[in-house]
């Protein structure tokens, strides 16, 4: 009778694909079985008998296994998957236009060959996603802290081996090629935030002024290094996101709240101790005050997006007097391009992906995993609303880019944070069987 209870297990087991449940949906069946078998014996049954009758109440075993693999089989998030998909096609749109209209005014320089350049930006970083996608991020939360030591050490490297191009430090050159590293920065401090604050979490409820230290200390040894590399808008955003993470893993509103208001009245007194930002801001709200200077980019995006009318211009077209039409400013390039109904168009998708994002975060039910999902998330969703806002023509431009769109290798970094949440999506329903488990 033993065997022959082994064998209805072993006969479940075989109709779920996710063979790292089996150990727990064994374990969980053997125990409900083992219930049944305890009330039969208990009105006086042989325990033979018992085992058979049990058995005979668990059901056909080929049944039973089919519908715990619907609960805990994979799940592939296609709707995310379709959105990315979107905004690569819409990058490579706009780089092809790119190379078409500029081809004879850019031939040999670095507007030359632009679609063939972000497609192997996007191959690499479609790479780094499905690599990402198929690992079991719980194995990523035990080398948080060895993740927080790269970064840092990251960090330092720029600091003495760095190349500054106009004002941003970008890192040292790898193989002679200079990848765009301010952007991997903030990316790998979530995850290994994520990791050590979920692994804190006990230690965190001890409000003693040690972990007050501690806590304000892992947040800030990153942003004083950032701020010596000259990477503020980076820095910007790795307080806010860093901050956000902070408050969804500790519940420490008090605290935080002290935070963010320190961090408010810093930025303030920095922003009122530089003329150049305070006219760079003025203007961007009101590019008419100073139209030939500070104001002239915003003023030029706004004629640029007024003209295009319904359908734009057509693919290929040129607008001379737009700067960084493959980076800073593509989307406005792309809205000269395809016109009102194309701007339509993108900013309906990056609703899409917010949708996306936030059903992600909503889905996750692991600490770790909505951790580092929440992380992630929101590091994207600012960069996408920051690109939202800088196409309405009165946000400050930055060196941060639209996220998937621009030219550059960030899209490295923002492809491989989407293979993580995608993958944390993937697993929401393998593991933690115990409570999920048809009972008969």
């Not at 993958?423 to 329903?429: A, C, E, S, V, W």
């Amino acid at each position: 009778m033993k065997k022959r209870k082994q064998q209805f297990l072993d006969e479940v087991c075989a109709e779920i694909k996710a063979k790292n449940t089996h150990p727990e949906i064994r374990q969980e069946l053997a125990s409900h079985m083992e219930d049944l078998i305890c009330e039969k014996e208990a009105a006086g049954v042989l325990r033979d008998e018992a085992i058979a009758w049990a058995i005979t109440q668990m059901g056909n075993p080929q049944v039973l296994g089919k519908e715990l693999h619907q609960i805990h089989k994979p799940r592939i998030p296609w709707g995310m998957f379709g959105v990315v998909a979107l905004l690569s096609a819409i990058s490579l749109i706009g780089m092809g236009s790119v190379d078409v209209g500029y081809s004879d005014i850019n031939k040999g320089a670095f507007l030359d060959n632009a679609l063939r350049r972000q497609s192997i930006n996007i191959l690499i970083g479609i790479v780094l996603m499905f690599g990402l996608y198929f690992i079991d991020f719980r194995r990523i939360k035990g080398i948080s802290w060895v993740l927080y030591g790269l970064s840092i050490t990251g960090i330092l490297t720029s600091m003495f081996w760095g190349v500054t191009v106009n004002g941003i430090n970008y890192g040292p050159p790898i193989f002679n090629i200079l990848p765009d590293m301010t952007f991997y920065r903030p990316y790998f401090l979530m995850v290994a935030l994520a990791g050590i604050l979920v692994n804190r979490r006990e230690v965190l409820l001890k409000k003693t002024w040690q972990n007050g230290l501690f806590d304000i200390g892992i947040l800030l040894i990153p942003a004083l290094l950032l701020i010596s590399l000259n990477s503020l808008p980076e820095l910007v955003v790795y307080l806010v996101s860093s901050l956000v993470l902070y408050i969804w893993v500790t519940r420490e509103w008090k605290k935080s709240a002290i935070i963010l208001g320190f961090f408010l009245i810093v930025g303030l007194i920095f922003i009122l101790n530089s003329e150049y930002l305070q006219a760079r801001i003025i203007n961007a709200i009101n590019p008419s005050l100073d139209p030939q200077g500070f104001g002239y980019i915003y003023q030029t995006m706004r004629e640029v997006i007024s003209s295009a009318g319904w359908w734009g211009h057509g693919f290929g077209s040129v607008e001379l007097k737009l700067p960084y039409v493959y980076s800073d400013l593509l989307p406005v390039y792309l809205i000269h391009c395809f016109g009102w109904a194309g701007g339509l168009l993108l900013v309906a998708v990056i609703v899409c992906f917010f949708i996306k994002l936030l059903s992600t975060v909503r889905a996750i039910r692991e600490s770790y995993g909505q951790a580092l999902v929440v992380g992630l998330a929101f590091l994207l969703a600012i960069r996408l609303a920051y690109g939202l806002a800088v196409l309405s023509g009165g946000m400050m431009m930055t060196s941060i880019p639209f996220p998937f769109l621009s030219y550059g290798s960030h899209v490295w970094f923002e492809y491989a944070a989407i293979g993580l949440l995608m993958g944390i999506y993937r697993r929401k329903d393998i593991g933690g069987v115990q409570d999920r488990t048809v009972q008969r």
